[in-house]
Nanobody, 121 residues
Framework: QVQLVESGGGLVQAGGSLRLSCAVS????????MGWYRQAPGKEREWVAR???????NYADSLKGRFTISRDNAKNMVYLQMNSLKPEDTAVYYC???????????????WGQGTQVTVSS
């Protein structure tokens, strides 16, 4: 059973920073890409950032320059550093993984349970 568990959310003032972490655990053959999504109240879930197994990163255009995604392959961790936070960044942030578990060895999408980020003005 593969699990993704986020941490690091919380309340921060506008202009502040937070670092989210996502721990991947379970019987894993290979972790392909990892990413972050977010969902604000009353809105659809939106893609934030993605990092491949080789370290290539992509970001939503509106977040470039403020958010940085990284991963530690040895620890099966992925991070999202969020700087210069704005009230409109308030959302539940979800970790997303495209992973091949040991059984069955099929490329599968997994989600974490989400962590709340609230940015006050």
């Amino acid at each position: 059973q593969v699990q993704l568990v986020e941490s690091g959310g919380g309340l921060v003032q506008a202009g502040g920073s937070l670092r989210l972490s996502c721990a991947v655990s379970g019987s894993i053959f290979k972790i392909s890409s990892m990413g972050w999504y977010r969902q604000a109240p009353g809105k659809e879930r939106e893609w934030v950032a993605r990092i491949t197994s080789g370290g290539t990163t992509n970001y939503a255009d509106s977040l470039k320059g403020r958010f940085t995604i990284s991963r530690d392959n040895a620890k099966n961790m992925v991070y999202l550093q969020m700087n210069s936070l704005k009230p409109e960044d308030t959302a539940v942030y979800y970790c997303h993984g495209v992973i091949i578990p040991n059984s069955p060895p099929t490329l599968t999408t997994y989600w974490g349970q989400g962590t709340q980020v609230t940015v006050s003005s």
